[in-house]
């Protein structure tokens, strides 16, 4: 059957249906007349099953490995359990402190109440474990390292990438050579490219890659949740730059940035920030060389 019935069968929508497919949860035949995914009655209960342990908010490794054998259903729901009844106790807490904040009007004592090690515990628990994961999928999805050699050629190029790959005990398979090579990494799909920056004033290789479909990698939540973490994530560093500027710089200076000449140096002092961050991100952005 096509995708159409097999979302009317399942309740599962079409998107949602090519995410699994994506990350490998599900593998469909091909209809050998026009080359178009056949859904099988096996394949239509594989995604039932999917979209209920999908409501109970397991994890997709988890339920990767739950079709394949390797983690048992029982014991799968028990630490499933064990998380969602941990989520419990962090929302009540953020709802005690809600109450709190509407009826106390001292702020310091409310801040004294959630410093406490236990309640610490259970406050932005969630959103911690969330930039850790998008972390972690940030990181495989985009990656650098510096090759021996110049890499002046594709058979330098594959070397390059065979060296990398046998140096951090990884699984690699070339799928199309170049200078802009195509490999497999660990089961990820990526592509390559070569990019010199200078070291000590000496021109340095440095070999980009970049996940071919980088949205599989990305951990199961809320879009809007994810555009704040990547953001979050790529762009700490000049956060962090501009909240010491307007801490330790601006307060004293503010006559001065009024002016023309201030303004331009405000300006200059921003371009060069952005300057040092995108080649931040593009050559030393999850640097795999240490």
């Not at 178009?36 to 339920?63: C, F, G, H, N, T």
């Not at 630490?79 to 809600?98: G, H, M, P, S, V």
């Not at 980088?214 to 909240?243: Q, S």
Request: some cysteine; glycine content about 4%.
């Amino acid at each position: 059957m096509n995708i159409k019935e097999a979302e009317r069968r399942t309740g599962v929508s079409k998107r949602n249906i090519r995410f699994y497919e994506q990350k490998g949860l599900l593998r469909p035949a091909r209809n050998q007349e026009n080359d178009y995914r056949d859904y099988s009655s096996e394949d239509i209960q594989k995604l039932k099953y999917i979209r209920a342990l999908r409501m109970v908010d397991l994890p997709l490794e988890e339920i990767q490995k739950i079709l394949t054998g390797d983690l048992a259903l029982k014991s799968a729901m028990e630490a499933q359990e064990t998380r969602l009844r941990e989520k419990i106790k962090d929302a009540q807490t953020a709802i005690r402190f809600c109450r709190a904040m509407q009826t106390e009007a001292d702020i310091d004592a409310v801040l004294c109440q959630m410093d406490q090690p236990d309640n610490l515990r259970h406050l932005f628990t969630q959103w911690r474990k969330d930039y850790q994961a998008m972390s972690k999928a940030l990181g495989k999805a985009s990656f650098t390292f510096t090759p021996d050699n110049a890499v002046t050629s594709p058979r330098e190029f594959t070397d390059a990438l065979l060296a990398f790959a046998d140096k951090n005990k990884l699984d690699i398979t070339i799928t199309r050579e170049g200078m802009y090579p195509e490999f497999i990494l660990e089961g990820i799909d990526y592509t390559a490219e070569r990019l010199y920056t200078h070291v000590s004033r000496i021109p340095t290789a440095v070999i980009r890659c970049t996940a071919k479909h980088p949205e599989t990698l990305e951990p199961d939540m809320p879009r809007r949740k994810k555009v704040i973490l990547k953001f979050l994530h790529d762009f700490w560093l000049l956060l962090a730059g501009l909240a010491v500027f307007a801490i330790v710089i601006l307060p004293g200076r503010t006559a001065f940035f009024s002016t023309w000449e201030g303004m331009v140096s405000l300006l200059v002092l921003l371009v060069l920030a952005g300057i040092g961050l995108f080649r931040f991100l593009l050559f030393f952005f999850n640097n795999k060389d240490s």
